[in-house]
Nanobody, 118 residues
Framework: QVQLVESGGGLVQAGGSLRLSCAAS????????MGWYRQAPGKKRELVATVTSDGSRNYADSVKGRFTISRDNAKRTAYLQMNSLSPEDTAVYYC????????????WGQGTQVTVSS
């Protein structure tokens, strides 16, 4: 019943911006942390950013200063604002959320394609 619904991916030119959203639903319990991973063809899935329920943030070095992750706890929704995009950011972006009760369990979104043209 738990699902993560992603939106906001698309095609953008280099230097542009996109805002991804991820809404977690299907549980009365909270999710901590929530975040985003990405995977380019032929590469391993890698961490982009995470945010805890108290607002602590973690970013991959490659996106620091360009991406901002945030969350609305009431809506159980995470956001990823991506600025100054480059072709190196092209990947499928997956929302991630850990359900903290009754025991820790990880969930993943279906993925949304982000393509940055030169």
């Amino acid at each position: 019943q738990v699902q993560l619904v992603e939106s906001g991916g698309g095609l953008v030119q280099a230097g542009g911006s996109l805002r991804l959203s991820c809404a977690a639903s299907g549980s009365i319990f909270g999710f901590n942390p929530m975040g985003w991973y990405r995977q380019a063809p032929g590469k391993k899935r890698e961490l982009v950013a995470t945010v805890t329920s108290d607002g602590s943030r973690n970013y991959a070095d490659s996106v620091k200063g360009r991406f901002t992750i945030s969350r609305d706890n009431a809506k159980r929704t995470a956001y990823l604002q991506m600025n100054s995009l480059s072709p190196e950011d092209t990947a499928v972006y997956y929302c991630y959320a850990r359900l903290v009760s009754p025991w820790n369990r990880d969930y993943w979104g279906q993925g949304t394609q982000v393509t940055v043209s030169s």
